[in-house]
């Protein structure tokens, strides 16, 4: 176990090196935070919407401990939604997930203006280290990493494109990759009393690296850390009772609720028609679009299938 958990931590450093970055996307969580204590001298871009959510509290901190170059990205709310149209045109998706995509956006535009063109992000590692709290449901958890770590996508990387940036993932790095895949289940989730921590063999690694409070700090998804999620009832709000009856009630797509309904208003306005599946595909059961055989989520409306939890 210690064996496996040091050798993680030498392959990250030998990992983050290797792009030759000059930014960080930095949300001041676990995993951005210990690309930022490898390489220091990059230049950390946090966002958030106005004075919402938690990272920025924790970004702040750690940068002042590592001493980063650290730039914050403030989101005000009519920019956010200004700036829908153009994510769901990029990623041509109203998934439902699109508040994180938005966060991503705006960090990219902030380094984009501060001169950065190679950014680094902790793309993968809660998919490959059971960072996600969904992932302790999961009856055959070793075999669904498998499966993920061959099919993993990140719309950053769709984002990075649009900014003519390039985008380095450290944690998708092979031999990350390939020892992930040979770690039991018991080193990426473990409970302490109460708390059950997700990534542990990272925060084990990195204990004597990050102080306690990084470390051991519990998961935000990308949207509440940054606030992004309070846009959620600020569009919901702008889809009344009548017009959401009729859409529920007439249209072959099954929205989550009526903020997923303002994201396909915009993508039918910016994108057009909801593509038909092509050959050899299955059929999305969210919005009929294609989706190929080795997938479980559609990119386009955000379902997911359950196949996940009975691996």
């Not at 990992?15 to 990059?42: R, T, Y």
């Not at 170059?69 to 041509?92: C, N, Q, S, T, W």
């Not at 439902?96 to 950014?119: C, R, S, T, W």
């Not at 302490?192 to 935000?220: M, S, Y």
């Amino acid at each position: 176990m210690k064996d496996l958990v040091l050798k993680l931590k030498d392959i990250l450093y030998a990992a983050v090196p290797k792009n030759d970055q000059m930014g960080l996307l930095f949300s001041g969580g676990l995993d951005s935070s210990i690309i930022a204590a490898i390489n220091p001298c990059c230049k950390a871009v946090n966002v958030s919407l106005e004075s919402y959510g938690e990272d920025i509290s924790h970004a702040s901190y750690l940068a002042k401990v590592l001493g980063l170059d650290y730039f914050h990205k403030r989101v005000e709310i009519p920019e956010a939604i200004d700036v829908i149209p153009k994510v769901i045109k990029i990623l041509k998706t109203f998934d439902p997930a699109l508040p994180n995509d938005m966060v991503v956006y705006f960090g990219l535009e902030k380094a984009k203006e501060i001169g950065i063109d190679h950014i680094l992000a902790g793309d993968g590692s809660d998919e490959l280290f059971a960072g996600y709290s969904f992932m302790r449901d999961i009856p055959d958890l070793e075999t669904y990493i498998k499966r993920i770590s061959g099919t993993m996508q990140f719309s950053s990387n769709e984002l990075a494109e649009f900014f003519c940036m390039k985008i380095g993932q450290p944690y998708l790095d092979k031999q990350i990759i390939d020892l992930a895949l040979q770690m039991s289940i018991e080193l990426k989730i473990k409970k302490d009393g109460q708390t059950v921590w997700g990534k542990w063999a990272l925060r084990k690694a990195f204990e004597d690296v990050l102080p306690k409070r990084i470390v051991w700090q519990t998961k935000r998804p990308l949207e509440k850390g940054s606030g992004m999620e309070k846009i959620r009832e600020v569009l919901s709000s702008k889809v009344s009772d009548a017009e959401w009856k009729s859409a529920s009630e007439n249209l072959p797509i099954k929205f989550i609720n009526r903020e997923h309904y303002y994201y396909y208003k915009v993508y039918k306005d910016v994108v057009g028609d909801i593509p038909k599946p092509e050959i050899g595909e299955n059929k999305c059961p969210g919005c009929g679009t294609g989706i190929k055989k080795n997938k479980f989520h559609c990119k386009i409306c955000g379902y997911v299938s359950d196949w996940r939890r009975s691996v």
